[in-house]
């Protein structure tokens, strides 16, 4: 079996299990509709804090809220759709302790494929409508010169955002494979990125900045490339092309995040009970 | 075995219980430190634009970060205290042994709560505390009394975290499915609790009512009192208050619904 049919493979095993959990969840209609709309209002209430912040001042870091709001509606949609597609890799710990995960490692379906599908919640769409909402505002209220490469950065940084942080939750699972009880250090890198991505890097010290775009590149995920669109200096020196390699950076990523979790599924060791 | 001695053991076994498990605590120590690295950065870059916001200076919007991610874990303010095993509990059906229990129910799980957050707070609240202390300017007291009414405001803070939370919880003996008042609870419990935004910085009337709401109790009380912005007496009272009421209500609830409802169970 080649690398690609292994692919289609654990596509396909994803969207059936995916499928399974929209079915179980359409059970319950009125409960679903209401997660999700309480998934809408949960993860705006950061939005809420930033406006809130903004009824006190005009600027925040010099930067202005249509700013602001342009850099949280992709820092969210990014984040939302990798939490959709694999977000319920938090409770794979807990499928640790519990012996469950082996009943996924002897089915002939690809692991990851499994895991991530494991408990999909459609209910998560609520994330990505609110920080849609919010970018297509940004979009229309915020004063930039648009041209062609910077129209396109928008559903680039999108697409490679998603991806980098569905690299940071691949690579937070094979983390627990390890640490299984520790799986709460993930939201740190998850949840954590995406709020430091809601305000702009000069808020945040220098080095925290370095770290985030060199050591851990969340920066390539909107700071980077939405710099560059809305003209605003980045506070530590790149190279001009560094804005449009966000796509290459996602790669990257992913690749690493895949061999890490390969690494993890091979010293796993089962409980035993 | 007196009374007493039976709450303190019920308290003694939910600290040991969340205590077993360490390397989620130190997780959630790490996931606080980091939290309070970025609100604290954008907290900064607020009162930098618009210094005495609130009538806080920086180094007091600093110390609010870092107190509000102690007490993160310790009030439960988005939930997962001790009401989330009772709304299982409920909807399982197994609130039938809780309630042939010779205890009082409520003072069961307020035990048992009081428990879990003394644990959350020394396991999980202390050391990004610190940790701010040592790398942040924080504005903190040097004399003993602020800190002693600190230490009431928290045990206030505690219990009225717990009356809203078991509030909450008993709803599902009617609603049957705990998920949406969870939901709700989160909401309410991050926004009005003031960790988006400390409550004092809340704009005109909207901010005049969030400061009576009983999430009010949880963080800014024990803030201001750290910090000698609010007369304590003044900030206990308010929190006694809704400590009373609430739990008075819980109770009110609680006898409603093990009057009229139906336990769950096959």
Redesign the interface.
């Known amino acids: 079996m080649g690398e690609r049919s292994a692919l289609l493979e654990g596509l396909r095993a994803y969207r059936l299990i995916a499928g399974m959990w929209v079915r179980s969840s359409m059970t319950y209609r009125t409960?679903f509709i209401?997660?999700v709309f309480?998934?809408l209002?949960?993860t705006g209430?950061?939005f809420?804090?930033i406006l809130?912040?903004f009824?006190?001042?005009?600027?925040?870091?010099g930067w202005s809220l249509p700013e602001i709001a342009f850099l949280y509606g992709l820092s969210v949609t990014a984040f939302g759709i990798a939490d959709l597609v694999l977000g319920s890799m938090d409770v794979l710990g807990a499928r640790m302790r519990d012996g469950s995960f082996d009943i996924l490692l002897v089915r002939p379906a690809p692991v990851l494929a499994q895991v991530g599908a494991d408990r999909f919640a459609l209910r998560r769409l609520g994330r990505i409508t609110q920080g849609a909402v919010v970018l297509g505002w940004a979009l229309v209220s915020v004063d930039v010169d648009w041209s062609v490469p910077k129209a396109l950065l928008v559903p680039v940084m999108v697409v490679s955002g998603a991806a980098i942080f569905s690299a940071v939750f691949v690579a937070g699972a094979a983390f627990q494979i390890f640490?299984?009880?520790?799986?709460?250090?993930q939201?740190?890198f998850t949840y954590?990125g995406t709020?430091?991505l809601q305000?702009p890097p000069?808020?945040?010290?220098k080095d925290?900045v370095r770290g985030v775009t060199f050591m851990l590149p969340l920066a390539f995920v909107n700071w980077v490339p939405a710099a560059y669109v809305l003209d605003r200096p980045y506070p530590i020196e790149l190279p001009g092309w560094a804005a449009f390699v966000s796509p290459l950076v996602a790669v990257a990523c992913c690749v690493l995040a895949g061999m890490a979790w390969r690494v993890g599924l091979r010293s796993y060791r089962s409980t035993g009970s | 075995m007196g009374s007493g001695r039976l709450y303190l053991a019920v308290a003694a076994g939910a600290f040991r219980r969340y205590a077993t498990?360490?390397?989620?605590t130190?997780?959630?120590v790490?996931?606080n430190t980091?939290?309070g690295?970025?609100l604290v950065?954008?907290y900064?870059?607020?009162w930098d634009?618009?210094p005495h916001?609130g009538g806080y200076d920086q180094a007091q919007a600093v110390t609010y970060v870092w107190l509000g991610q102690c007490l993160y874990a310790t009030l439960a303010i988005q939930g997962g205290g001790a009401e989330k095993d009772l709304m299982e509990r409920i909807r399982t059906g197994e609130i039938a042994v809780d309630l042939y229990r010779p205890a009082d129910l409520q003072l069961w799980w307020l035990a048992g709560d009081v428990g879990r957050a003394l644990f959350q707070m020394l396991g999980r609240g202390v050391v990004p505390f610190a940790f701010g202390a040592v790398f942040f300017p924080m504005a903190l007291p040097t004399s003993v009394t602020p800190w002693a009414a600190f230490v009431v405001t928290l045990l206030l803070a505690t219990v009225v975290s717990f009356a809203l939370r078991y509030l909450v919880a008993l709803s599902v003996f009617w609603l049957m499915?705990g998920?949406?008042v969870n939901?709700?609870l989160?909401?309410t419990g991050?926004?009005f609790s003031g960790m988006?935004?400390p409550l004092n910085?809340?704009?005109g009337v909207f901010g005049d009512i969030v400061r009576v709401l009983p999430w009010a109790a949880q963080i800014q009380m024990p803030a201001d009192v750290l910090m000698g912005e609010t007369d304590p007496l003044g900030a206990f009272a308010f929190q006694a208050a809704w400590a009373v009421a609430l739990l008075a209500a819980g109770r009110l609830l609680q006898s409603a619904a093990t009057r009229r409802v139906v336990v769950q169970g096959g």
């Open positions: 409960s209401v997660t309480g998934n209002l949960v209430l950061d809420v804090g809130l912040m009824s006190q001042v005009d600027s925040l870091g640490a299984q009880d520790a799986a709460e250090v939201n740190a954590g709020t430091l305000y000069s808020v945040f010290g925290l | 498990y360490r390397a989620a130190v997780a959630g790490f996931t980091v939290f690295v970025i950065y954008t900064l870059a607020l634009e618009k916001l499915d998920m949406g939901q709700v989160m909401i991050i926004f988006v935004l910085a809340f704009p």
